[in-house]
Nanobody, 119 residues
Framework: QVQLVESGGGLVQAGDSLRLSCAASGRTFSSYVMGWFRQAPGKEREFLAAINWSNGNTNYADSVKGRFTISRDNAKNTVYLQMNNLKPEDTAVYSC????????????WGQGTQVTVSS
């Protein structure tokens, strides 16, 4: 059974950095793409970044390009989201998700971790 567990959220001030982690278990993820999403109160879920576990290719939403970096540690089966220069509008619940590389939708989701950025 696939399990994704996020950690690393918290309360920070504008301009600070945070690194979120997503520990993946339950299968071999070499054929998967891992993604990070966020959802703020009253807003739709927003795609942030994705990484192909096999070749390391990444892509980002324009809204976070240059501030957020997605990476993976194969040995730890963990995906990270490094977030720099955080802004109050980055406040949201951040979730990681997994999909097969050939699929178009994410089938596995973590429970999410809260990130709150104060001004």
């Amino acid at each position: 059974q696939v399990q994704l567990v996020e950690s690393g959220g918290g309360l920070v001030q504008a301009g600070d950095s945070l690194r979120l982690s997503c520990a993946a278990s339950g299968r071999t993820f070499s054929s998967y793409v891992m993604g990070w999403f966020r959802q703020a109160p009253g807003k739709e879920r927003e795609f942030l970044a994705a990484i192909n576990w096999s070749n390391g290719n990444t892509n980002y939403a324009d809204s976070v390009k240059g501030r957020f970096t997605i990476s993976r540690d194969n040995a730890k089966n963990t995906v990270y989201l490094q977030m720099n220069n955080l802004k109050p509008e980055d406040t949201a619940v951040y979730s990681c998700a997994a999909r097969l590389a050939r699929a178009t939708t994410y089938g596995y989701w973590g429970q999410g971790t809260q990130v709150t950025v104060s001004s």
